[in-house]
């Protein structure tokens, strides 16, 4: 018969840490971390102002008259969402904030 003699064996009754502590710990840290950097992404200035993005958007299409011009996302990018109006017709122009560009354009008929 053997006894337990802790000055023997001294890890014996040490609990070993459980492998999903830690991929909780490494999952909250890499949450945390996407949270920052979208928080940043979302609130970092634009370099293209409205009225920026309104010409962009009128020269794109050729001429008309931009009637306003809100902040969205096309993917994951942030543009101007300019609506223009020129024959008729309804010109969506979304200008990214960042560099002026046009990243795409939708035509709808004015009725």
């Not at 970092?44 to 969205?72: C, K, L, M, Y």
């Not at 309804?90 to 990243?103: A, C, K, M, P």
Request: charged residues 25%; positive net charge.
């Amino acid at each position: 018969m053997s006894s337990y003699d802790p000055q023997r064996n001294p890890n014996k009754d040490a609990v070993a840490p459980s492998k999903r502590k830690g991929k909780t710990k490494l999952i909250i840290i890499l949450l945390a971390v996407v949270l920052v950097a979208i928080t940043t992404f979302m609130l970092w200035p634009s370099n293209i102002s409205r009225q920026e993005a309104q010409n962009a958007a009128v020269s794109h299409v050729g001429g008309g008259t931009a009637n306003r011009a809100d902040f969205d996302f096309e993917g994951l990018q942030r543009v101007w969402s300019v609506e223009v109006f020129y024959n008729g017709l309804v010109h969506e122009v979304y200008v990214s904030r960042r560099t002026g560009n046009v990243v795409r354009m939708e035509v709808d008929r004015w009725d």
